[in-house]
C-alpha cells in the first residue's frame, strides 16, 4: 500500500516538474517576457536584468561596472551571467540563453531542495523511532515533505515569475539552497561555498552561518535533545547509540576553513576583475554600501523605499541603523529558542531576511515559501494558513493594481501601492509569528506525548 | 596666411594708434607700448524670413593685462576684472535666454546663429587656468559670485550633480571646462540690469538706450550673454589682457501697420520696420567711451538671391528702401558652394547727436519669400513612452536643404560621410541604460558600431554626477532622416529633493548637435575698416556649426507630500508588530506553562515557601524548582543566585559611582 502511494507520489511528482518547466518555456516564448523583467516586484535594483545588462555593456567599454549607479550585483555574476545578456539567436527570443539559465538554476534548487527534504524527513523519523513515538504518531500519514517543498518551489507563481521575469534572484537562491543542502548532507566544502556565494551576492544570506554551525555541529531538524534525555530516564535505561550527537567543533572549524578559503577565492577573482577599476574597495562600497544605505528608492514590495523617501534627511542614518538592527536583535533569541531545529531556524531567517531587506523582490519570497514545505508535517496544524493564503493571493494581485493606478495612470498615489507593501509586510510577520509558534507547539505535543503532562517548559 | 598678415599689422602699426584688435595683434603688443582700454557697441539688424527682425547687440570691452596697470581700469568693469583674476578664468560664457530659437526658420549656419542661439534658460561654461584638482573649487566660487552678479540662481549649479566634464564633443572644449545649464531658470529684467552696469554708458546713451525692457521682453527670442576670454597668463608671458564679449539677440515682430497700410492687398509681404517702431526709442548719438559705434542691416544670402541683388545693383534696389543712407556697403566674399552673397549695409551713429537722432528704416515694396541657411541637419529631440515609470529619449537629424546642396557638390567622390557630435547631459534621475542606445537612419535600424565612430559616456551616479553622453555619428552624406534613441528609468526622489512645483516635471537639459567638418563664417570683402569692428572680425571667424535642441520635460512620479508623519508611524507601528509579535511568541508559553505549575505547586505547599519561591522564580526569570527536587542542585542554583546578585548590585554600584 505504502510502495503503491509511494509510487503514484513520486510519478505525479515528476509529471508536475516537467509541466513546470514547460509553462516556464511558454512564458520565455512570450514576446518581451510579459514585461516582466521591469516589474518592480520581480526586478530590484540589485537583481533587474537591464541593470545587469547595463554593468556588462559599461564593462564591455571598457569601464567600470560600477562607474554610476545603475549596476549593483557582484563582478563575478557580471563575468558569467553578462555575455548572455547580449547573445542572441536568430528567430528566437532575445534573452532565450539567459532564461534557460535561470530554468536550469530553479530546477537545480528543486532537485536539490527535495533531496534536502528527503534527508530532513528521514531525520526526523530516525528521532521519532527513537523517542519510541512511532506507535502515537501514524507516520504513515507523513507526506514527503522534499518533494511538496520542491513542488511548491517550482510551481510557486513568484518564483515563475522570477524566472521568466530574467532577475538574478533564482541564481541568488539556488546558492542559499545549496548552502543549506551542503550543510544538511554533510557536504562541507559545498556549505561553505553556497554560504559564500550567497553571501557575496545579496549579503543577507550572511546570518545563515549560524544555522549552518547547528546543522554541522548537531545533525538536522529533530525534537529537543531534552526530551530525548527525559525519555532514557523515564526507561531508566541509557542507550547512547539512540541518543541524538553532541555539539562537535569538528565540522564546524571544518567549515571555518572552508569558508575562509572560498571566501578568499572569491574575492581574489573580484579583486582581479576590478583590479583597474579601484578594487574592491569600489566593489563593497556599490553592492554592500548600496545594500545598506538604501540609496534607490525606486518602488518595491518592501516598505523602506517610501519611508526612506518620506522621512526627514536628518533622521535618515538613526532609521538605516534601528531597521538594520531589526534583523540583527532577532538572530540571537531565535537561534537560542529553535537551535535544535538549525533547517527551520534558516527558513525563519530567510523569512525575515526577505521580509525586512532593503529591495526585496518576489524572488526572495518565492525562496522562503518553498523552504516552508519541507516542514509541513510540523507545520501540519498553524493557524491562520488559509488567511495566509488569501492574503498572499490578495496581495499579489493588488498589488500591480496600484502600482499601475500610481505611476501609470496617475489616478491612484503612491499611498495606495505602499499600502499594499504594508499588508504584505503583515503578512509575512503573521507567517513567521505562526509558523515559528507552530513549531514550538509540535514540540511541546512530542514532550507531552513522551511525558503526559506539560513540564519543563524551557527546552 | 604670414604674408597676408604681416601688411595687415604694418598698416594698422602705421595708420593710427587708435585701436588694436587684441588677438590680431598679439606680436605687436611691445611695440605699441601702453594699451589702451577700449570699448565698441555695435547693433546688428537682420529681417528673418518669417515676418520678423533680429537685433543683435555687440558691445565689447577690452581691458588690458593687469599687470600693466594694476588694477585700475577706466572703462573695463572692475567686477569682471577681478572675476577672472581670482578664479584664473581663461574662457567663459554665461548666456540667458528665454524662448527657443527657431532653427527651421531663422537658419543655423551663419556665424550668428550658431554663436548666439542658446538653449532656454541658463547655460555656463567656463575653462580654467588652474590645476586639475582646483578646478571643481573654482567653478563652485565662480557659480556663486555669478549668481551675485546677475541676480540668478547660478549658484544652483553648484552642485556636482548639475554640471559636466564635456570631454571632447563640446566644441569650445579644450581641456578644463566645465559646463552646467539651468533649462528652467526664468530670465527677467531683473538679469539684465546688472548686465547693462557692467557698459560704461549703461542704457543712458549710445546704442544702448534701444534696450526698452517692454519691447524687447515682448519678442520671441532673448538670449543675452558673457563671453570672456582672458589670455592673461603667467606662464606663456603674452599678456594681452581680458576681452569681454556681451551680446544680446532678440527676436521680435515688427509692427506691421505700415505695411498694410501700403499693401493692403498682399498678405506676404514682409512688414517694414524703423527702428523707432520696433524698440519705441531712437538713437541720439553714440556713447562718447566708444569707438567705433554702429549699426548694421545684414541681408543674408538668401535674401539678397530673392532680391536679385548682385554686386552690380546692390547700390539701387527695387525691392526696398531705407529711410537712412548707409555709410559704406559690405558684400560677403564669393564662396564655392552658394552664388549669392550677403551685403551688409553700415551706419555710423558717430554722425548722429541729439537733435537729429539716428533712426533707419525699411520699407518693402515688393513680397519677398527666402530661406536662411540651415544646419547641416535639423535636430529635434522628443521623449518616447508613457507612464512614469521608464521612458526614451529619441534625438532625431532630418535633412535640410543644405544637405541636399552639400550632397551634390561632394557626390564625386563615392563615399562622404557627415559627422555629426551628439552631446547630451541628462540629469541623475533621469536613469539612462546605455546599452539600450538605438541607431536608426533612414528609418531602417542599423548596428551602433557602423553609425557611431566614437562615443564617451560618463554614467550619472545617484546625487553625485550627472550622466553624459557624447557620440560621435558618421553618416552618410544621402541619409534623410537620422535617429538616436536610448531609453531611461525614472528616479525617484525624496520629498525634499522635489522642486515645489513637482508635478510639473524636471526639465531634462538641451542636447548640442555640432557638425565639425562645417564653419560658419561671414567673410566680408578685404577692407581695413573691417578690423575696426569687433563684430565684424567675429563673423569672420571660423565658428563651428551647432544647434541647441529642445528642452525636455519629464514629468516623475511624486510621492504623497502631505503625509510623511502618517508613513513614519505606520512603517515604525509595522516594525513594532513584527518586534513585539516575535519576542512574544518565543516567551509566550513558557510563561503559560509556569502559571499552570505554579498554580499546580501552590496546592501542595504553604504560604511561606510559595512567597519565597516566588521571590526566588522573580529573581531568577526561572520556572519554579520542585519542592522534592534535589538539595545539592538547589544549594548549587542558590550559589549562583548569590552571584548574580552581586553582579547587579556591583553594576548599580558602578553605575553610581560613574555618575556622581
Known sequence: MEKLKKKIGSF??????????IFRLILIYFP?????????EVSTPLTSFRRLAEGYWLKQSSMSSYAGSMYHGSPLLLSLLGP???????????HLLYSLVSVIADVVSAMLIRATGQNLRLAYLRSLESLDLVKQIDVSEFLFSGDIAALIYLCNPFTIVACVGLSTSPIENMAVILCLYGACSRLIP???????????????????????????????????????????????????????????WGPIIHFAFWAFLWSVYVLVLCGISLKQFGGLWEMFKSTYGFILTVEDLSPNIGVLWYFFAEVFEFFRNFFLIVFHVNILFMILPLAIRLRHRPCYLAFVYVAICSMLKSYPSVGDSALYLGLLGWFVNELADMQF?????????????????????????????????????????CLQIVLVVEGISAVLNHDRKLRILITGKPQDAKS | MVLLQRPHILLLLIGTHQFLQCWIAFGSVNEEGQKQEEFSEELLLKPLPDHKLLAHFHFQSSGPPSTSNGCHHHLFPKAISQLVQKFRIKEMELSFTKGRWNYESWGGFDPLSSSNAKPPGVELWAVFDVPQHHIDASWKNLTHTLSGLFCASINFLESTATYSTPEWSFPPASGNVRYGTLPCEAVCTENLTPWLKLLPCRDKAGIALLLDRPSLYRGFYHSQQLHLTSTGSSSEGIDSGIILEQTLTVVLQPNSEMAIEVHASEKHIQPSWSLSSIFGKQVSG??????????????????SAANGLTSENFWSN???????????????????????????????????????????????KVPVAWLCQQTPLHASRFLMGSGNERAAIAISLKSTQFTEGFMSANSKDGSCELRVDVFQVVPWYVKVYFHSLRVFVDQQPRAVSDIIEKIHVSPSKDKMSPGVMEVVLKLPCRVNTAALTIEFDKGFLRIDEYLPDANQGFDIPSAIISFPNFHASMVFLEDDSLNKSPLLSKFQEKCPVMSYTEVLLVPLTTPDFSMPYNVITITCTVFALYFGSLLNVLQRRVAEEERFLKAKAAKKTGRLPLLLSKLSAK??????????????????????????????????????????
Open chain 1, 12 to 21: 505525479s511528482f515528476w509529471n508536475w516538474v516537467i509541466a513546470s518547466i
Open chain 1, 32 to 40: 518581451k517576457n510579459l514585461n516582466l523583467s521591469s516589474r518592480p
Open chain 1, 84 to 94: 548572455l545578456t547580449v547573445k542572441r539567436i536568430e528567430g528566437q527570443p532575445n
Open chain 1, 190 to 248: 559545498l556549505a561553505a561555498f553556497g554560504w559564500v556565494i550567497a553571501t557575496h551576492l545579496s549579503l543577507y544570506p550572511a546570518i545563515l552561518i549560524i544555522p549552518v554551525i547547528f546543522l554541522l555541529g548537531c545533525g538536522p531538524d529533530s525534537p529537543p535533545r531534552k526530551l530525548f534525555l527525559q525519555r532514557h530516564q523515564q526507561k531508566e535505561v541509557l542507550n547512547q547509540s539512540k541518543l541524538p550527537p553532541g555539539f562537535s
Open chain 1, 385 to 425: 494558513s488559509l488567511f495566509l493564503f488569501c492574503g498572499y493571493v490578495g496581495v499579489s494581485l493588488l498589488s500591480p493594481v496600484m502600482h499601475n493606478l500610481w505611476i501609470w495612470r496617475g489616478t491612484g498615489n503612491a499611498n495606495f501601492y505602499f499600502t499594499t507593501a504594508m499588508v504584505y509586510a
Open chain 2, 286 to 303: 553714440r556713447c562718447v567711451l566708444a569707438k567705433p559705434s554702429s549699426v548694421y542691416l545684414l541681408l543674408d544670402r538668401g535674401l
Open chain 2, 318 to 364: 527695387p525691392s526696398f528702401e531705407l529711410s537712412a543712407n548707409p555709410d559704406r556697403i559690405f558684400l560677403e566674399e564669393s564662396s564655392s558652394h552658394s552664388k549669392s552673397l550677403s551685403i551688409l549695409y553700415m551706419f555710423q551713429v558717430e554722425k548722429y547727436c541729439e537733435s537729429e537722432p539716428f533712426d533707419i528704416g525699411l520699407m518693402w
Open chain 2, 619 to 660: 529573581l531568577r526569570g526561572r520556572r519554579l524548582e520542585p519542592l522534592h527536587s534535589p538539595p545539592s542542585s538547589s544549594s548549587f542554583i542558590n550559589s549562583k543566585l548569590v552571584l548574580k546578585v552581586i553582579l547587579v548590585a556591583g553594576l548599580a554600584v558602578g553605575w553610581q559611582y560613574f555618575f556622581s
